[in-house]
C-alpha cells in the first residue's frame, strides 16, 4: 500500500521566450508577466547561463550602482587589458556628473548624467530598468532588448540568464522554444598554480561576475558604510521590505498579475547608451555576456577571444 500514499510535489511550469518559469508559490497561480524582453514578436533570441557561488542579493544590488561603470568596466578593465595586451580594447570613458533612482510601477529606474552629456540624453530622460525583485533591463546595442535574470537556487548559490533578443534579419527563421541558443558563460576561476583567466575578464560578464563572488558567499553587510552613490541599494532594499510585508498580510507584491486583460505586453523603456556598445573590438564586450552569443558570432563573423 506504500506506492499508493506516496507523493511527490510538483509545480506548475510555462514556457515564455526559450525559458521554463515554475511557480513555487500558494495558490492561486498568478500571470507569468508578459514583458517586452519575453513576448516581443519577430525576433530571434538567445539565452547565456552560468551557476554563480554567492547569494543573489549581491548581484541585484551591483545593478543599483552605477558608478561601478566607471571602476569596474572601465579602470579596472583597463588593467585587465593591459595584462592581455590589447590597447585596441580599451573603451571610451564613462564619468558620472549625477545619478538618481526614481520608483515606477515596475520597480525601479536609475538614471545618470554623464559627463558631456546633458539631461536630455537617454541616460538620464529614459534611464535604465529594474524589474522587481530579480531583473535588470538592458538594451542590445541600438536594437532589441534584454534581460538578466538572477534566481536564488539557495542561500550562498544563483542561476543567472542572460536572455537577449535581436531584430530579425533576411535569412532568420522563426525560432521554436527547442531551437532558441543556449550557450554558457564562464565564470572567472583562478587556477591552482595561481594564475588569472584574463580572456574571461575582458567583458561585461567576466567583470561583473568577479565583482559579485569575491564578496564571499553572503556579502557582509553588518559592517558596511553607504555613501551617496548608494541611493539605489537603498531605494531596492525599502522595496524589499515593502514587498516582504505586504505578502505577510496576504497582499501581493508588485509584478504579480492576475488580469489576463493587463498583461499583454508590458513595456519597459530603456535608455539607447551608446557607451556601453564602442566600437571595433571592444563592442561585443560591452553589452553584458553578448561576447559569447551564438547569434552575434554568426551575424557578426566575431570571435570570443
Not at 52 to 70: A, F, G, K, T
Request: with cysteine; aromatic share 10%; hydrophobic share 35%.
Amino acid at each position: 500500500r506504500f506506492k499508493d500514499k506516496i507523493k511527490m510535489q510538483a509545480y506548475p511550469v510555462q514556457e515564455q521566450a526559450g525559458l521554463i518559469f515554475a511557480y513555487l508559490g500558494p495558490a492561486p497561480v498568478p500571470l507569468l508577466p508578459a514583458w517586452d524582453v519575453m513576448v516581443e514578436e519577430d525576433v530571434i533570441r538567445d539565452i547565456g547561463y552560468a551557476e554563480l557561488s554567492c547569494n543573489y542579493l549581491q548581484v541585484m544590488e551591483n545593478s543599483l550602482d552605477p558608478i561601478h561603470v566607471e571602476w569596474l568596466h572601465q579602470y579596472w578593465a583597463g588593467y585587465v587589458i593591459e595584462q592581455l595586451g590589447r590597447p585596441e580594447l580599451n573603451r571610451e570613458r564613462a564619468i558620472h556628473e549625477k545619478i538618481q533612482f526614481d520608483r515606477t510601477e515596475y520597480g525601479i529606474v536609475k538614471r545618470r548624467v554623464i559627463k558631456g552629456g546633458n539631461e536630455e540624453d537617454d541616460d538620464w530622460k529614459i534611464g535604465h530598468p529594474i524589474v522587481f525583485p530579480n531583473m535588470l533591463r538592458q538594451g542590445s546595442r541600438g536594437s532589441g532588448g534584454a534581460f538578466q535574470i538572477r534566481v536564488p537556487i539557495d542561500d550562498v548559490t544563483t542561476g543567472h540568464w542572460w536572455l537577449r533578443w535581436y531584430p530579425k534579419k533576411d535569412g532568420d527563421v522563426d525560432q521554436t522554444p527547442e531551437s532558441v541558443p543556449f550557450y554558457t558563460v564562464p565564470v572567472p576561476e583562478i587556477d591552482e598554480d595561481g594564475r588569472v583567466p584574463w580572456d574571461v575578464l575582458d567583458n561585461n560578464s567576466g567583470q561583473d561576475i568577479v565583482a559579485w563572488i569575491t564578496q564571499g558567499a553572503i556579502a557582509d553587510r553588518e559592517h558596511e558604510s553607504l555613501g551617496r552613490s548608494d541611493k539605489g541599494v537603498i531605494l531596492y532594499r525599502q522595496l524589499l521590505e515593502e514587498g516582504m510585508a505586504t505578502v505577510a498580510d496576504g497582499g501581493d507584491p508588485i509584478n504579480v498579475f492576475r488580469d489576463p486583460a493587463t498583461n499583454v505586453y508590458h513595456h519597459l523603456p530603456t535608455e539607447n547608451n551608446v557607451r556601453a556598445f564602442t566600437k571595433g573590438p571592444q563592442r561585443k564586450r560591452g553589452g553584458a555576456a553578448t561576447k559569447y552569443s551564438p547569434i552575434l558570432i554568426e551575424r557578426e563573423g566575431v570571435v570570443k577571444y
